[in-house]
């Protein structure tokens, strides 16, 4: 395990790293555990319909849904198991690395130019504002066309987006982590001067990614999966160019956003068996 030098103990390396694995390992069996309709184990991506009624996707039904979420999320370490190993080790390594380089990446390889940094600080903002967008606009399109799919759409993915919302300002408040521009971009943890803002997780890139998983798996085309994906991996890049954030920040938030906007698809979209058969080839 790599860990990082501006740590002052291993325990404070770890903990970060150990915290965030749990919860987004836990996310990712929830994303899995539902079968699919055809009785097969399904992907992370290939959202499972819900029978009950009391699930229906409304603006009415959002306060009881976003209850339900907030408490799977927290409480999905308790579904982890031995053979989830097959893709938690990779993210465990890759998520340690990039806490073991953050410190040479922001003060070695990103620019400390203020114009440049601020550039991409307003790129950033720009990006999320339009992904925070889309959903206002699908929900509007559809209540406009009478198109069920738009409505659930923009409701879904702003309900994950408030889910990772909740999420991160959690982990905020509990890492305290410095951000890049402090204390020579060390990036310490547990640390008060971080102040309630602090940097660990990205929440520009949780919330890009909570909102492009979700419209991804509503809308599974190629080129909607390519423009929703590469507009939240922008928000993530100038996150770190722009010296807001650093790299484990970002691949930590990218990951529990994904997987946040997989989860509340698949619990509460009710079209989710056209789009499998859609995917499958089917009517």
């Known amino acids: 395990m790599i860990f990082p030098p501006h740590a002052s103990s291993p325990f404070i390396s770890l903990a970060p790293l150990l915290a965030v694995l749990v919860l987004g390992f836990g996310l990712g069996v929830q994303a899995q555990i539902a079968p699919a309709p055809n009785g097969r184990a399904s992907l992370p991506d290939a959202p499972s319909p819900q029978a009950s009624p009391q699930d229906d996707v409304s603006i009415g039904n959002l306060p009881r849904n976003f209850v339900h979420d907030q408490a799977a999320i927290w409480t999905s370490p308790k579904d982890v198991r031995t053979h989830d190993l097959t893709w938690l080790l990779p993210l465990a390594a890759a998520t340690g690395t990039a806490l073991g380089t953050d410190h040479y990446v922001m003060t070695k390889v990103v620019s400390t130019n203020p114009s440049f940094n601020q550039a991409n600080i307003n790129v950033s903002n720009a990006m999320i504002y339009s992904l ?37 300002q959690g982990m905020k408040l509990i890492f305290w982590q410095e951000r890049p521009y402090q204390d020579d971009a060390r990036g310490k943890f547990f640390q008060s001067s971080a102040g309630v803002d602090s940097a660990f997780p990205s929440s520009h890139t949780l919330i890009a990614f909570s909102a492009a998983s979700a419209l991804a798996a509503e809308y599974p085309s190629r080129w909607a999966q390519v423009l929703l994906y590469s507009g939240a991996s922008g928000v993530g890049l100038t996150r770190v160019l722009g010296r807001d954030h650093f790299p484990a920040d970002v691949l930590v938030g990218g990951a529990l956003g994904w997987l946040i906007g997989h989860n509340v698809v698949r619990r509460h979209h009710h079209s989710a068996a056209k789009l499998v058969l859609h995917r499958e080839g089917g009517p």
């Open 132 to 168: 925070v967008a889309t959903p206002v606009v699908l929900y509007g399109f559809g209540r406009l066309e009478q198109d069920d799919h738009a409505r659930e759409a923009g409701i879904l993915a702003g309900e994950a987006m408030v889910d990772g919302v909740v999420v991160e």
